[in-house]
């Protein structure tokens, strides 16, 4: 716990120095945030287990704030979940989200933003999972930390290996189309961990509400990387 406290201040201390994420400007006019918890009245009246009728859904609510790109879900408590079986837990539901979702094109360009090397990777493709999936391992004054970059294209795993060096500014996927992506509306879940705790390719993006304490600790605010205003 120690430290991912240190990680979360030393990612202040570098949030100037990051690059982007994504190939498009997230503090413009055209970017809103976009709510995905049980207030959402679009939602509920939407059939999420239809793909289809949910990437309408997040195409309407842009439009009704004339925006082409949405933000949010950091520690959201999201009912939309309930979709997959994947989150299923029949003690209590996997409603926490502990990544930031950015809902935009599918092909749009995914970019380290600082140096490191591959982690792991895996195409996680149960329905509503992650589909292709890239962790990258970073390192800041001594510290070791990861980045998750989630519902990428398929084509994306192709060409990785383990340990591959990656620098700033590299280009390392594009967001992916559905269902490859998962079966999502196209966005990039991204995801700061602490530790990966011996995992590969994988790593909670959602847990119990009842674990909120634990995962904040594990899991620092992604936007200390991404710098988008509309999240501040």
Known sequence: ?????????????????????????????????LDFTAANALLQQTDLRNTEAFNEAVNQMLQEQSATIGVGGYLENRFIYRRSQHFDVAAESRDL????DVWLPAGTAVFAPLDGKVHSFADNANFGDYGPTIILEHELE?????????????????????GKPVRKGDKIAEVGPHPENGDW????????ICSMDGKQGDYPGVARL??????EHLCPNPNLILNCRHLV
């Open 1 to 33: 716990m120690e430290q991912n406290k240190n990680l979360g201040d030393i990612l202040r201390r570098h949030t100037a120095t990051f690059g982007p994420v994504l190939d498009t400007d997230l503090n413009g006019a055209h970017v809103c945030r």
């Open 97 to 100: 989200h502990l990544g930031i």
């Open 210 to 215: 009842s674990e909120r304490t634990v995962y």
């Open 185 to 192: 509306p196209p966005h990039l879940h991204f995801q700061v």
């Open 142 to 162: 001594g510290v070791t930390f990861y980045t998750l970059y989630g519902h990428l294209n398929t084509a994306c795993l192709s060409d990785l290996s383990v």
